[in-house]
């Protein structure tokens, strides 16, 4: 687990978003208040690890995941991969950082193409990176559907013939053909049942032991989070209000919001004691 | 809540089903359950179980061409399944309250927030204009909002999420209903505005002795507030009880795989792979035999093929559909132990 520089290293990232300005604005030729959707936001993601960022819709989480690929352009602040300015990539450069930094979405069916089927959605984005094997068509799906725990036999199906979860998984060996050393899930399974979500937390624990691939796993769910994150950022308002080691911060939470987070979580409410152990 | 009270709900062998083009496909194939005046009940379960579809049936609102083939459901002694129009119109604008998962789609974006309210005190309660507006700001504020009177006049996209649900939690209350069906209230909103939507709903049930149906996907939310609760998988009811009780000893294997299934704040620092549960839920086009959730479940025998899915009596007040009761050994050393102590 332990590298010469963090594979992801985020410093003081800002992105505002203007709002249109209202008349009076207009008349007085007043600028119009912006939104700081990321607010001086700074982490490292270290080798191997899966940092969870938690945080209510609104906090700027999903924004933070998409200004560190660039789908959105931020305003202040570096990002690093191994060392390579993030921000400063252009062209034939910032492809190949996308290569290295993929993203799985939340809703996988808005991610992926409904006219073409899993196997040649999988193997076009290995074929436009250029990745090893991807001159055998049949044996790259077939490995990447693999390595996702699905049978071969999806190869030939369309998303809309496919589960919530088997869509999902289709998503998340698209984004690993490429061979990513920095996986980003915005909330990847927050729209799939409790027993499916289960069956995918298990994928991405998988996918770091065996691949070494760190995760950002964004997900409003804190439970979600505790099932499969080593360490914790709690965002608000666009600031990253907390980070640590999940346990410690779960057990120990320092900021006042985290502590309002988990009060909120939903827990049983028991009427008996339970058996004596 | 005494047991010997009369269920002021009782739906006994519901099914619910399509034809489409692709032939019949069965929703609820036979669902049951019954709720005291004033009482909580969670129906939980996965999407395709049915627990929407049996919750709508309460008050006939199954989506065309879906429609109730069998079963019974009395409310408060009355036929629900035998109504004429204009009876399941005094039932759904007197006595039962339907809230859904998206709030901003069941207000209607053009009228003011305290003119939906009115519109539905004066038609529902024959109330004057005055007597209507007055009763509005009253549900407006007992439901949590505040400066009534300011916000009547907005409209509901000036609302955050969980202010549309109070206003929709104000509606369905407003005519005093004693039945309030509850579809994944809390599903949209955010882990803070769910805590304090939850605890309204605790609220209005104990002060105005509202029975209420919460259906939800999730148990953490179910098991916060329900007295008891019924888990459903491919259309059937599966397993029923105090919630504590299925907590402690589910009797049916799928509803402690989904118990195990749930993710949990303690997990945390110890990510540990779940013991998910295999393969995917039945298809409602096929016609099933025995247990429906015999292909996935870990204690499946020959004999799960003539299980009837009919509930069971493990304990007073709780009910399995599953006479294998793979825990019940388990659970009786457990007890047999507890008792030992004690």
């Known amino acids: ?277 | 809540m005494s047991l010997a009270s009369k269920p002021l709900l009782t739906i006994d062998g519901l099914r619910v089903e399509f034809d489409g083009p692709d032939g019949r496909l069965v929703a609820v194939r036979e669902a049951g359950l019954s709720i005291q005046p004033g009482e909580i009940v969670g129906l939980v379960g996965e999407s395709g179980s049915g627990k929407t579809l049996t919750c709508r049936s309460v008050i006939r609102l199954v989506p065309w061409p879906g429609r109730i083939a069998a079963g019974r459901i009395e409310f408060d002694g009355r036929d629900v399944v035998a109504m004429k129009a204009k009876e399941l119109r005094d039932l759904r604008a007197h006595d039962v309250g339907m809230i859904y998962q998206d709030p901003f789609s069941s207000l209607n974006p053009v009228f003011r927030i305290g003119d939906q309210l009115t519109e539905t005190l004066r038609v529902n309660l024959g109330l004057s204009k005055a007597e209507a507006r007055a009763r509005a700001l009253e549900l407006l504020s007992d439901v949590g909002i505040r400066d009534p009177e300011r916000r009547a006049l907005s409209y509901p996209h000036e609302f955050s999420g969980g202010m549309r649900q109070r206003v929709m939690i104000a509606l369905a209350t407003a005519s005093q209903p004693r039945l309030l069906l509850a579809d994944e209230p809390t599903t949209a909103l955010d882990v803070t505005t769910q805590a304090q939507i939850l605890a309204l709903l605790t609220r209005l049930s104990t002060e105005r002795e509202i029975a209420v149906l919460l259906v939800s996907h999730d148990f953490g939310v179910i098991a916060q507030v329900c007295d008891r609760v019924a888990v459903m998988y491919g259309g059937h009811i599966v397993e029923m009880g105090p919630i504590g009780a299925l907590y402690r000893e589910a009797q049916h294997p799928y509803t402690r795989a989904l118990l195990e299934s749930v993710p949990r704040l303690e997990s945390a620092g110890r990510a540990t792979r779940k013991t998910a549960i295999p393969g995917a839920p039945p298809d409602p086009t096929e016609s099933l035999t025995g247990c429906v959730f015999k292909p996935r479940c870990r204690y499946a025998q020959p004999s799960c093929d003539q299980v009837s899915m009919a509930l069971e009596t493990v304990s007073p007040g709780h009910e399995t559909a599953c006479p294998v009761r793979p825990f019940a050994a388990a659970d009786g050393a457990a007890a047999a132990r507890a008792g030992a102590q004690a």
């Open chain 1, 1 to 277: 687990m332990s590298g010469p520089a963090p594979p992801l290293r985020v410093e003081g990232l800002c992105k505002d978003f203007g709002l249109r300005r209202t008349v009076t604005e207009r008349i007085t030729r007043a600028e119009a208040e912006p939104v700081r959707a990321v607010d001086d936001v700074s982490f490292t993601l270290r080798r191997g690890e899966i940092l969870g960022v938690a945080g209510e819709s609104g906090s700027g989480k999903t924004t933070l995941a998409r200004c560190i690929t660039r789908l959105v352009e931020p305003d202040a602040g570096t990002i690093e991969l191994d060392g390579v300015d993030v921000r400063a990539a252009r062209g034939r450069e910032l492809r190949e950082l996308r290569r290295r930094m993929q993203m799985v979405f939340q809703d996988p069916y808005s991610s992926l193409n409904p006219r073409m089927t899993v196997g040649a959605a999988l193997h076009e984005a290995g074929r436009v990176h250029k990745r090893p094997g991807s001159e055998d068509g049949e044996q790259f799906v077939r490995e990447a559907l693999e390595r996702v725990h699905l049978g071969e036999r999806i190869a030939k199906r369309h998303p809309r013939e496919l589960s919530g979860g088997q869509r999902q998984r289709v998503a998340v060996a698209r984004a690993l053909v490429v061979g990513p050393e920095v996986l980003i899930a915005d909330e990847a399974v927050s729209a799939l049942d409790v027993s499916v979500q289960a069956q995918l937390l298990n994928l991405f624990l998988d996918l770091r032991d065996e691949l070494g691939v760190a995760i950002v796993f964004v997900a409003h769910q804190l439970a979600v989070i505790a099932e499969v994150a080593d360490r914790v950022a709690i965002m608000h308002l666009g600031r990253l209000v907390e980070i640590g080691e999940t346990a410690a911060v779960f057990a120990n939470p320092q900021d006042e919001y985290t502590k309002s987070l988990l009060a909120a979580h939903p827990q049983p409410r028991l009427s008996e004691a339970p058996p004596s152990a």
